[in-house]
């Protein structure tokens, strides 16, 4: 067989397993929680007989595994149990709001994936010059800054002051795209500010480390330019490390948006997920970790493989 | 307009240093150096490490390596001065008129693109040749320079080839923009001596075919004496001497060159073996986890106390191997190690205190293998504790004591391996190993990162202490010279297999095996048209077969 593929499908088979273990890991910490759905449903006051005639009906009393194996087969069947507080379905909900987070998470990367590569290039070529330091002393102080608090100045200048964009990005499904782009734009410009640094840096740092190597020097001696010996002979090489930062932030980007969500009111899982929290609505808690665990460790997956392909002696075996 | 290409006028190059502790300084690399090249012609700089002679060659492309800079001087590449010339200009001398050859190959190719791509980038960049034509000059290249299948192997990628492969490929990239001159850095350094040949005579007819010009840089006298037709010696950034290659290698006047032509002349007289071996090894056969097949096979050798056998062969030959298997890095699948008249476990955690203390081992790398955040003291002084229970001024005597035997004196006593030189360095490892008071040290490669003076003092010095501490070596070398000098029985080793043994007479005396009658015959030879003859007898000997 050839080795990338036994290589690709160990990483597939890896991935599943680790999605697997983080279901259960997921599952046994809400059990581990005080208190159970019944518990939230009627609330502090009720009375213990009421709880256990609730738990019977929910068939709470059956053992944890027995339940875990039930969630887990639901969950491989599509359906990730009703929601405790509207006993609405939780895989139409999730899927809407999965869809906005995805929205804006997209929007976000595709401005700053590109971006911050172009920035990590740019501060190579002009390394330890002004630009460098001007790119690394901006991206540092945005990613410093709490995201909720850049989330807030952003509304207070662009918003209040100059009157721009709206403070709420509430899109619904009447909007045309166009119109979703421009709700989304605060939201999507601080989390491009959020995820920025890190790759610009990663970006620059993997390069740099390449420009060191015998066959940059090579490239340098064949009367290349600047640009092009970066571009041409530093970059294919420094697209492992580079896709692995990108995917992590990504991972980041969809996990991560609770914050800049709750700030805009966006409707994402983001939202979703705090609003669940609040109201104790366990199963809708379940859903929310499962998919966001999915999608880290499903971006994960796909930086470990595009690092794979990118590798000539695997691409290419003697 | 004259035959001189390169024109180079009291050359000074400078860098900045950032020692530890203190501000940042500039020094002088190279003072004041001048030659002449004319074209079609081939000067050879030649010198040890640190004698400026890369820095130089690359000063005739204009470019400084790292944070070296040109300081002053001039250097007229085709009737101007590059160092004069704009950003744009030097582009264009680079890769155009002036190319460059290095010393690993193997680093120089960019892993991610194929040779081919690599190969014509320069000529095609610099508008030389459209990309067909480039191409198609490539492959002539390629099949001139005798690459296997010309016509495909620019599809490949750099670690699809070998290494005396890809060093071929380097010099059709060198020469495929059709450059006036050609710096050629250490091009063979890196190779086996068997490979070492066929590149040598690759490039030497390459060179006469395009008549291109050539600065052939190298460390070694015998492989530049093949190819050059002046050379220049170099020395701590300074011209020691520059003629003819004929008058430097025949008469040379100056007491540095004359000692670099004189270098391994050691003569050491073979002793005869003793009735009790201190080292014997019986039919190892071994091989690394997850591989399936096995890189030593059957291998049988004996060492006697106080005598020097060498282990030879090339990379991949299984020679560092079959250290591992006696130090017990590395268990063998079959066989066993008689040491001291017991035998050893083949797991290193199965033996004792005194089987470690009596087998040590000095290694390649002496930098690495050496704590840099401990004075050397203390590192001679580790195996004093830990074999001998020494303590203070006990301890200390001893150090100083073996300091004197490697002739560096108790001065070096708070020195760190960072303040050390090279020779230095492995002087410091040897005490080491000197000091557990071993019945037998393996030496693995232990000159070959030196430069060739060092290396013989080095060897001196091991043949000296053998004499006084009647320790045994396993000498682990490719460098045929070496071997030579110091041993009294030899193995050659070939593809994990032991192809001839016996005492260095016996290896060394005709009728020869095909592979170290190769072997033998690679080894340049410090004389005029060497390369030539062997070359010719060559293909005698595969035209008679």
Redesign the interface.
Known sequence: MHPIIKLVSQRLALGLLLLFGASALIFGLTEALPGDAAQAVLGQSATPEALANLREEMGLNRPALTRYFEWLGGILQGDLGQSLTNKLDIADSIGKRLGNTLFLACAAAVVSVPLAIFLGLLAVRFRNRWPDKLISAVTLTTVSIPEFLIGYVVIYFVSVKLGWFSSLAMINESMSFGEKLYAITLPAFVLTLVVLAQMMRMTRAAILNLMQ???I?????????NF?VIAR?AF??AISPIVNVVMLNLAYLVVGVVVVEVVFVYPGMGQYLVDSVTKRDVPVVLACGVVFAAVYIGLNMVADIVSIL?N??LR?P? | MSDTLLKVRDLKIGATVYPPGEKPHDIEIVHGVSFDLERGKVLGLIGESGAGKSTIG?AS?A?G?GGVKITGGEVWVNGRDILQSSHGD???????EV??V?Q?AA???????KIMD?VV??AV??KKFSRKEAEARARDLFAKLGLPDPDNIGD??P??VSGGQLQRCMTA?ALCPEPDLVVFDEPTTALDVTTQIDVLMAIKEAIADTGVAALYITHDLAVVAQVSDDIMVLRMGNTVEYGTTDQIINSPREDYTKALVSVRSIEHAEKQPTPDPVLSVDGITARYKGLNFDVLHNVNVELHPGQTLAVVGESGSGKSTLARVITGLLPPRDGEITFAGRKLSADLKGRTREDLRELQMIYQMADVAMNPRQTVGTIIGRPLEFYFNMRGSEKRKRIVELLDEIELGEKFIDRYPAELSGGQKQRVCIARSLAAKPKMIICDEVTSALDPLVADGILKLLLDLQKIEDVAYLFITHDLATVKAISDSIAVMYQGRVVRYGSKSEVLSPPFDDYTDLLLSSVPEMHLGWLEEVVAHRKMESAGN
């Open positions: 190597s015998a066959y020097e090579t490239a340098e001696l064949k009367g290349l330019s092009q002979h294919p090489n990118a000539p002696r290419h003697k | 690359l492309m470019y390596r030097i582009r264009k001398l680079r890769g155009g190319t460059y290095s690993s680093a120089s190719f960019n892993p991610a693109k690599q980038e320069a960049e610099q490949r990628y670690h699809q990239l």
